[in-house]
């Protein structure tokens, strides 16, 4: 199976020897380094550092963040 090189556009700001090689970084998260591939999160997502699955759908806006959560918990007296 012929595996995609994206040199050049890879969007990940981390220099590893997987760069550019999507398939071979994402086997490498899911078998070995615990958590989600930097290039999936958006450019201010990437900067929390947190590679989990929560932060990935916080990031993408399926998930309201834990400031908002909490900010309308205070608000309604919850």
Request: aromatic residues 8%; charged residues 25%.
């Amino acid at each position: 199976m012929e595996q995609t090189v994206l040199t050049g556009s890879c969007p990940c700001t981390r220099d590893c020897p997987r760069h550019g090689n999507c398939a071979a970084c994402v086997a490498n998260h899911r078998f070995k380094v615990p958590g989600v591939p930097a290039c999936f999160f958006s450019e201010e997502g990437e900067k929390w550092h947190d590679r989990s699955f929560e932060a990935l759908f916080r990031d993408k806006g399926l998930l309201k963040k834990t400031t908002d959560a909490i900010s309308s918990s205070a608000l309604s007296g919850g």
